[in-house]
Nanobody, 119 residues
Framework: QVQLVESGGGLVQAGESLTLSCAASGSTYDINTIGWHRQAPGKQRELVAE???????NYANSVKGRFTITRDNGRNKVYLQMNRLKFEDTAVYYC?????????????WGQGTQVTVSS
């Protein structure tokens, strides 16, 4: 089992920045990719950004150039630096971890943290 704990959400104005953190604990050796997904009211959950153990990152088109995902493997933490936030970035942000090649079916979710951007 892997536990994921998010922090850093809050209320900001459009154009401001916010950094989210995700701390992983437990059987972290079973996971590879860790990422952030978000879900706005009335919408489906969507991928925001994800990063592999090796540092390869993938971003949603809507956040490219504004968001940066980084990973500290030694501390089992992943960060999402969000710049130039827009009203449409408002959502609950969830940390997600996927299993490695030996555990491809594993997937874990955090409880989520609210990000609200006022226009």
């Amino acid at each position: 089992q892997v536990q994921l704990v998010e922090s850093g959400g809050g209320l900001v104005q459009a154009g401001e920045s916010l950094t989210l953190s995700c701390a992983a604990s437990g059987s972290t050796y079973d996971i590879n990719t860790i990422g952030w997904h978000r879900q706005a009211p009335g919408k489906q959950r969507e991928l925001v950004a994800e990063i592999s153990t090796g540092g390869s990152a993938n971003y949603a088109n809507s956040v490219k150039g504004r968001f940066t995902i980084t990973r500290d493997n030694g501390r089992n933490k992943v960060y999402l630096q969000m710049n130039r936030l827009k009203f449409e970035d408002t959502a609950v942000y969830y940390c997600n971890a996927k299993g490695n090649l030996f555990n491809p079916s594993l997937e874990f979710w955090g409880q989520g943290t609210q990000v609200t951007v006022s226009s």
